[in-house]
């Protein structure tokens, strides 16, 4: 099944999870990177669109155009829709050559994605990286600041497997 990376509307109970999430927060204004990250995790497409930083403008009485600022200086802000873990696999040649195509089709079997699909719940985005210089361990996939080499189907559906135990907590 074929995903795209597109942006959705907010459901009426995110937007009511934003403004109670404020709400609690007196000192939004001086706190707004970890008020816009916290939004943001806790949104199923893991981005900060203008719907949301609408919101946040009105709510917290910083102007949409200061707000910008911050979305676009913080690279751990999306100001696109993001799935939450980015499954890197590395198709450098020293990797290549020994056989990432085959772990490729066992992460996407694994995931039910193709390369550059999303998962439907935005939990796994698969794409390609360059070399991480863990050739020895090759081929490997990167996810965040992890890197996984040595991989076999069962290692790749255990850790698959704890990421997606960690979304349930
Ligand atoms: S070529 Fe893949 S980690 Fe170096």
Redesign the pocket.
Known sequence: MKYKVVAEPLEQYEIDAINKYIDEHEDARNDILNILLTIQRNLKENYIGEEVATIVSEKVGIPLVQLYDVLTFYSMLNTEPHAKYIVEL?T????YLSDSDSVQVMVEDELGIKMGEHTEDWLFQLEECA?????DI???IKIGDEIHGNLTREKIRRIFGELRAKKDL
């Open positions: 590395c450098c040649a020293p990797c070399c991480v210089g863990a050739c090759g081929p490997i």
